[in-house]
């Protein structure tokens, strides 16, 4: 198979060979157009194909792995132009998903560390990352950073290469969308359950390991068990699949230590809630809607 097939909506299709179908949507981060996808690969799913072996969406396209011997590639294209048409309307896109409470300890000493470690292969050679990006977004102060972080859910758009390490999109209007590069160079060296800011996007690393993104602190609670022993994982390995809002809540040191005890010991509880989030609602409100949506935690 080879050449583009173009949807109506200006997206294109290409083939990778007789099993894959890649959609290109947009060529850059748009959070509508990332829900779209979200809309769009979540209903193919629903559909259970036939032929249709896996569905991998993204931030601004996505990946569809088919048996050509049951679905021919170009009949797979014809339905997904069909989805493209049903969810070409912002008011069509809506999402059964939930709502998760991810406490934080920001600038906490563990990330300082780390991230004071590696100022030889950052843009600033004196500040902390947390700092950092509090300044590059014009903000006054770290406290002016966490209080812009919270001040809104993320929804997660894209699950990264690590179980659980997934990229989340703060709903806010495009104005106070955080901003940050990532480092010139990667850290070899990340916490275990570390926050961080990288372009629009925050992710929670589950594990230790290198890094790239602005470190802002640390969650007490994992984000993957593979074991699923820890309560909270008992339906998947990973805490946030695609289309989960995460709340992150400021927490001090002490309240931190506490959870952590908490949680290795098996007595933390998520705060969690099933929430409907709807396109047309939050573009018509983006400032107000998100909160509405945190309402559901205290439910």
């Known amino acids: 198979m080879s050449g583009y097939e173009f949807f109506a909506d200006g997206a ?20 509508a157009q990332a829900l779209r996808i979200q809309a769009i ?47 070409g309307e912002a008011g069509s896109v809506a999402l059964d998903t939930e709502i998760v409470e991810i406490p934080v300890w920001y600038a906490d000493p563990e990330t300082e560390r780390t991230c004071l470690k590696f100022r030889d292969r950052h843009q600033s050679p004196t500040e902390t990352d947390i ?4 300044r590059i977004n014009g903000l006054a102060s770290v406290a ?70 602005q470190l802002l602190g640390r969650s007490p609670v994992p984000v993957a068990d593979l074991t699923q022993r820890t309560p909270g994982f008992e339906t998947s390995k990973v805490l946030a699949t695609i289309s989960t809002l995460l709340s992150f809540r400021p927490v001090p ?14 007595r933390y509880r998520y705060r969690r809630a099933p929430v409907r989030f709807a396109l047309a609602e939050f573009l018509a409100d983006p400032a107000g809607y998100p909160r509405t949506l945190e309402a559901a935690l205290s439910c």
């Open 12 to 31: 294109r299709a290409s083939f990778g060979g007789d099993e894959f179908v890649f959609v290109e949507v947009c060529e850059g981060m748009d959070l």
């Open 41 to 87: 690969t979540g209903e193919l799913a629903r559909r259970e194909l036939p032929g249709v072996l896996d569905v991998a969406p993204a931030n601004a396209s996505y990946l569809v792995r088919a048996d050509p011997d049951v679905l021919h590639p170009r009949e797979l294209v014809r339905a997904l132009a069909r989805l493209h048409d049903r969810f």
């Open 131 to 134: 700092a950092y990006t509090a």
């Open 144 to 213: 002016d950073l966490v209080t812009a972080h919270t001040s809104a859910p993320f929804i997660v758009t894209f699950p990264c290469f690590k179980p659980g390490n997934t990229e989340c999109v703060q709903l806010v209007p495009r104005e106070r969308q955080i901003q940050a590069p990532k480092y010139l160079r990667p850290r070899t060296e990340t916490p275990a359950r570390a926050v961080a800011h990288g372009g629009a996007f925050t992710v929670v690393y589950p594990t230790a390991g290198v890094g790239g993104y």
């Open 253 to 266: 040191g002490e309240e931190y230590e506490q959870l952590r005890t908490d949680s290795r010991e098996g």
